[in-house]
């Protein structure tokens, strides 16, 4: 079995370095999956935004204007540089409160706003929101499995996200299965469905499309990982 720290010493962002900043709404899956991910290339610099004061999409929110737009703000987002920032979500009870539309609102109206004195972005967007339903270990699930789980054997307890956990044989190995994002892409892509109503259908997430981005940056050493993970026979 390969492991990241042995393999790979972080690398410390190049001047030019693409900037994504991630406010992920959970502080423990969310948080170790993407730490795979710093410092795999000088190219990107990912810094990730733990919520702070809640949650919830709307509390996500106020922390991203915080953050961004205060009088004390800690990040600038270089639009001339396409900066991006990715709010990361479960649906969880979100959908039905109504919170999760005024944080994709909030993110489509900066974009609108994004600076228009630069004619080589006009088409660019920097704010975005992926969604997983019902929780973010959907991600994990796809990097390790083809299809979605058969919906008639989700049991009808509270905990699913214990629930998914226990389809991942051993575990989600957050030393290495991080590696396998490029399988995962193309799973949660092929799986993503939208009910009739527009809203993500059980088991679909979004994570691919901030996945994708990521892979722009880090795809030439996640398939060097994943070609020691292969050699190591593990399945």
Known sequence: MITRRRDYTKRVPSKDASKIYIISEGTDSEIKYLNFFIGLSSNLELIVIPSENGTDPLKLCELAKEKFFGTNRLYTLDYSQKDQIWFVIDTDTWEKEGKIAPL???????????????????????????????CFEVWLYYHLYDDAPDIDSVPNEPNIKRYINSLISGGFDYECDPARIQSA??????????????????????????????EKFTGRETRKLLGKLISGHIP
Not at 105 to 114: D, T
Not at 186 to 209: C, H, M, P, Q
């Open 104 to 134: 994709r609102n909030f993110c489509a109206e900066n974009n609108v706003n994004i600076p228009k004195q630069f004619d080589e972005i006009k088409s660019y967007e920097a704010w975005h929101v992926v969604q997983s339903n019902p």
């Open 185 to 214: 892409i193309t799973r949660a892509r092929k799986t993503f469905r939208l009910d009739i109503n527009g809203k993500l259908e059980w088991f679909a997430t979004e994570f691919y499309k901030l996945g994708e981005e990521i």
